[in-house]
């Protein structure tokens, strides 16, 4: 097995450990959110990592374009989800992002069934760096002056682009869904 592969499932090993801190406060007290934090920006970073691996050294292999867009969508999902249980971001916020990210994944297999390969977007990479960092900001909970204010632009941000990526992906891409029956 690949380096490359090798931190994808670090990756996804690394969602239990990142809600057991963010969840609970069993091993780390009052510093779980910044346990949580760092464990979720590792596994961020894993991310930026592998890709730029596989591709440098023509390490791409199938269970790493399988898996590696899967346990992106895991560890985000997983973060927003226990940030609704723990209610500091509404369902509908997290229902939108992860609707979008299942609405992509099945656009890009329509696509690749169809031998097209539908790279990331600008847009796409703008929503995930504004998600990832409303999750950080959202899990911290600072108590500094106006952050209140800062949490709820960011949100505003990541929800917007999470929509302007969506449409830009089905607008540049709506050949894909056509089947070429009339």
């Known amino acids: 097995m690949n380096l490359p592969n090798k931190l994808t499932i670090l990756r996804t090993i690394m969602i239990p450990v990142f809600l057991l801190f963010m969840l609970t406060d069993l091993i780390g007290g009052e510093y779980n959110k910044y346990i949580a934090v760092a464990i979720f920006i590792i596994a961020s970073l894993t991310d930026l990592l592998d890709g730029k ?57 329509v696509a690749a069934d169809n031998g097209v390969v539908i790279a990331a977007s600008m847009w796409g990479k703008y929503k995930t760096t504004f998600q990832m960092i409303m999750i ?42 056509k089947d070429g029956q009339k």
């Open 136 to 177: 950080i900001l959202l899990i911290l909970q600072l108590d500094i002056p106006y952050i209140d204010i800062v949490e709820l632009v960011i949100v505003w941000i990541a929800v917007i682009l999470t929509v302007i990526s969506l449409i830009d992906y089905l607008v540049k891409n709506k050949d894909v869904m």
């Open 53 to 109: 691996i596989a591709r440098k050294y023509n390490l791409v292999t199938n269970f790493g374009k399988f898996m590696d867009p899967l346990a992106d969508k895991l560890l985000v999902s997983a973060a927003l989800i226990a940030l609704t249980y723990l209610d500091m971001l509404s369902p509908w916020i997290v229902i939108l992002i992860i609707s979008r990210e299942f609405i992509i994944s099945g656009f890009r297999q």
